[in-house]
């Protein structure tokens, strides 16, 4: 099985200026050890099961509700029987249809 999660956590009630905030959130996704990529606007993560997926979720936005008084969380997942690393070659199959 293979987990794909994008998601998006926002401190809320701690001013204009968030980064340093969900700077915590993607630091837990690092440490996770699970593939990860960070964009503008969300974090995906890539793991074996949807239980260790949202584990690393659930402990993102707890670093982020430490220091924050309200968390928003935004979340989408695809969860297929399927070989791992898709969060790499589901971009390559894109990339080859554009070139």
Known sequence: MSVLIAFSVTPIGTGENVGELVAEAVRVVRASGLPNHTDAMFTTIEAPTWNEAMTVVH?????????SPRVS???KADIRPSE???ITTKVNSIEHHLA
């Open 59 to 67: 402990a993102a936005v707890a670093a982020v509700e430490a220091r």
């Open 73 to 75: 969380l935004v979340l």
């Open 84 to 86: 791992p690393n898709r």
